[in-house]
């Protein structure tokens, strides 16, 4: 039973499109949420992480929006590029357990 | 430069056949898990490690076995090997800091196993 829920499973976007990733989580002790982006053929790294003390977090082209009250969390990739075509992962984890993954949500982006 | 390694990369086995996939880091990282990828489930903890000689099991540990004796080695052995068990195989390693739970895991590139 998976403590993260991610949607959607697949997702197509056009270049310079925004894609948008979801997840959800039931355990409100959870206080760190990470994204890893995975390319074919490697393993998952760190792309972007927040604390539910902030509602947004934007590096690049890529931000995180946070919910607390709702229990949901989300990565935004603006202006999609070929190169961010990859599998993104969600998780989550509070400070002294392990990460949570959620499902996976494979990114296609055409050019 | 800092990497997690994981041999094989690739490996068909049969039932009942012994294997071990190594893991090394040259990272001084306390911390090494072992996952398992398969479609639709994403990335599940099989086994981990807080530091030498303290290993502990994960969500999906049934089949598996590791042992960390030295802080940059955590193989993953499966004693008798069954086709469940044909998955992509990842080991990732992190600190262990003030924020225990918290920080970037590092993976490796992966070991694909088919069970026969």
């Known amino acids: 039973q998976q403590q993260v829920k991610q949607s959607p499973q697949s997702l197509i976007v056009q270049k310079g499109g925004i894609s948008i990733i979801n997840c959800a989580y039931e355990?409100?002790?959870?206080?760190?949420f990470p994204w890893y982006q995975q390319f074919p053929g490697k393993g998952p790294a760190l792309l972007i992480a927040?604390?539910?003390?902030?509602s947004e977090k934007k590096e690049g082209r890529f931000t995180i929006s946070f919910n607390k009250s709702a229990k949901q969390f989300s990565l935004h990739i603006m202006d999609s590029q070929p190169g961010d075509s990859a599998t993104y992962f969600c998780?989550?984890?509070?400070?002294?357990?392990?990460?949570?993954f959620g499902a996976g949500t494979q990114v296609v982006v055409t050019p | 430069e800092a990497q997690v390694t994981q041999n094989p990369r690739y490996l068909i086995t049969v039932t009942g056949k012994k294997l071990t996939v190594t893991c090394s880091q040259n990272?001084?990282?306390?911390?090494m898990s072992w996952y398992r990828q398969d479609p639709g489930l994403g990335l599940r903890q099989i086994y981990y490690?807080?530091?030498?000689?303290?290993?502990d099991k994960g969500d999906v540990p049934e089949g598996y076995k590791v042992s960390r004796k030295e802080k940059r080695n955590f193989p993953l052995i499966l004693e008798s090997p069954s086709p469940n068990q044909t998955s992509l195989y990842f080991c990732?390693?992190?600190?262990?800091?003030?924020?225990?739970?918290?920080?970037?895991?590092?993976f490796g590139e992966g070991s694909r196993l088919t069970v026969l």
């Open positions: 355990n409100t002790a959870f206080d760190y």
């Open positions: 927040i604390r539910p003390d902030v």
């Open positions: 990272m001084n990282h306390e911390y």
């Open positions: 998780a989550a984890s509070y400070s002294w357990g392990k990460l949570q």
């Open positions: 490690s807080m530091n030498v000689e303290v290993t």
């Open positions: 990732a390693s992190r600190n262990v800091g003030v924020l225990r739970g918290a920080g970037e895991l590092f």
